[in-house]
């Protein structure tokens, strides 16, 4: 084969194939694997993230933020909570001032997120479907977000 | 003994806290917050006027909260160039997903600035409050604090809508030397007679925060060491408001607007007299981008002039025109510049702000 013909058609399968694993991606909402929580409607998903009150089984339920990536960050912005990283933040910031509800906790590694989800039976968080499927210690609840 | 108290509390507070919102166990968890604010102010005044020409505020606000299961507990403390005080201490226990009962000091849920902002500065557009919101040490007509139970539940209404009802009952402030004084924790003292509060607000979208309502107060205030009210021979003042309030956002706009009509039964040693006056303001701010802001206020008082209660209190402001600018910068960082004119019972002047305000962490 001409050796240009091999590379131009490497280049393409290469391409195609970032192209189908870029179409595959989706964020989930997850929990430990050993938590008692199955799902978890916009609603109340909402609700958590920005400072209200959800209960399950009497227990309130707390949303952990991942922090790894940017992209990540976006996607939940406007998935989950609906608004700019800066009103998202004067929210919290009110919610703690007005009702004393901290703010979620941040993790900017995977690990360290999972080992948080795995100590707190009745908290949720959201990660790349990838990462998800990867850990054992985790299981995943729904889709929050897939690319188009 | 009291203000040894207050630098005590603020000293466990930042021994014990760490500067991070932190979990504390499986199912508790912490947070501190630190608001910091600083700046000149400028009244355009001559040294006659009684009023300080140039004033520099600096200021801190803590507010610590702990959450574990239904419990609660918030407490914030200001300390600043003007004042040293513990504003809030409450302890809370959630009845259920949208009920909330606390037992403390608050602030008063009549006051929706209030109960907004509190004392965070940097949440807030403005440097300055209007008459109806201003706390009791920084020239205040009404009380804003109680000290007492308050009781909080959202009802929720067709699709996202929600009602929100807020009620306290506790003790009020009392009509001291130079201003109202509210109950304090840390220097209990007797005098300090009932307040009912009552807030209802509706809520398009329950998570949201554009909502409008009825705000509706009853304080009865005892006259302690007022030199005016000595003069006028007032014993005490059984003050009814009733306010209705919006607050608003639609895409670069928020309107923040109320009107409080308030009417005072002052209880003399002979006689007993009704007076009553009502203040408005109407507040504007519009988004330039996600730095600028530019926002502006109107307020006013009708029938400021012949209330023998507002004579209790010479310096406050019954008009203000007001314009400002606001920049966000950094993270968590603002600077704000205000300019109005506003008038007093006997003065008329210009006033400038410059403010810069931030949060920690």
């Avoid at chain 2, 300080?52 to 909260?65: C, H, P, R, V, W």
């Avoid at chain 2, 209880?267 to 330039?288: M, R, W």
Wanted: proline share 3%; aromatic share 12%.
């Amino acid at each position: 084969m001409n050796p240009v013909r091999a590379m131009l058609l490497c280049c393409m399968l290469i391409l195609l194939s970032m192209e189908v694993a870029a179409a595959d991606r989706q964020v989930v909402l997850v929990a430990a694997s050993t938590s008692p929580l199955h799902n978890l409607d916009s609603l109340e998903l909402r609700k958590i993230y920005l400072g209200f009150i959800v209960k399950r089984d009497g227990e309130i339920v707390k949303g952990l933020r991942n922090t790894e990536d940017n992209n990540l960050n976006s996607i939940f912005l406007q998935t989950v909570v609906a608004m700019s990283e800066k009103s998202y933040k004067n929210r919290l910031l009110s919610q703690t001032l007005r009702q004393g509800i901290p703010r979620p906790a941040e993790y900017d590694r995977i690990e360290n997120l999972s080992a948080a989800l795995s100590t707190k039976p009745y908290s949720v968080s959201y990660m790349w479907k990838d990462d998800a499927v990867r850990s054992s210690k985790i299981k995943i609840l729904r889709v929050l977000w897939h690319q188009n | 003994m009291a203000i040894y108290t207050r630098y005590w509390i603020l000293f466990i507070v930042a021994l014990t806290a760490p500067f991070h919102d932190v979990s504390a166990g499986h199912d508790s968890h912490q947070g501190l917050l630190v608001f910091l604010n600083g700046g000149p102010v400028y009244n355009q005044v001559t040294s006659e006027d009684g009023i300080q020409e140039n004033n520099f505020i600096l200021g801190t606000d803590i507010i610590y909260s702990y959450l574990k299961g239904d419990f609660r507990f918030l407490a914030e403390y200001i300390l600043s160039t003007e004042e040293s005080e513990l504003e809030r201490f409450q302890l809370g226990w959630q009845a259920d997903e949208d009920t909330i009962g606390w037992l403390g000091r608050f602030h008063s849920p009549s006051r929706y600035w209030n109960s907004a902002y509190h004392h965070g500065l940097y949440l807030q557009t403005s440097i300055t409050r209007p008459l109806v919101e201003k706390f009791e040490d920084e020239g205040g007509i009404v009380p804003t604090h109680v000290s007492g139970l308050m009781l909080e539940a959202m009802h929720k209404l067709q699709g996202t809508a929600g009602f929100q009802t807020t009620f306290s009952f506790g003790a009020t402030s009392v009509i001291g030397e130079h201003e109202l004084e509210p109950f304090d924790v840390l220097d209990a003292r007797s005098g300090h007679e009932a307040a009912v509060d009552l807030r209802l607000a509706y809520l398009p979208d329950q998570l949201g925060e554009n909502q409008f309502g009825l705000l509706l107060n009853w304080s009865n205030m005892v006259v302690d060491g007022n030199h005016i009210a000595e003069q006028q021979g007032l014993e005490s003042v059984e003050q009814g408001s009733v306010g209705v309030y919006a607050d608003w956002r639609k895409q670069d706009w928020r309107i923040l607007a109320n009107l409080t009509y308030i009417t005072n039964q002052m209880i003399k040693q002979v006689q007993e007299q009704t007076d009553s006056f009502s203040a408005v303001y109407i507040q504007a701010e519009y988004e330039l981008n996600q730095d600028w802001k530019v926002f502006g206020r109107i307020e006013d008082t009708a029938g400021a002039d012949n209330s023998e209660y507002l004579e209790l209190f010479p310096f406050a402001v019954l008009e203000r025109q007001m314009l400002g600018l606001r920049f966000d910068f950094y993270t968590n960082n603002a600077l704000t510049v205000e300019l109005s004119n506003v008038k007093l019972q006997a003065d008329e002047f210009g006033q400038a702000w410059l403010q810069w305000t931030a949060v920690l962490p």
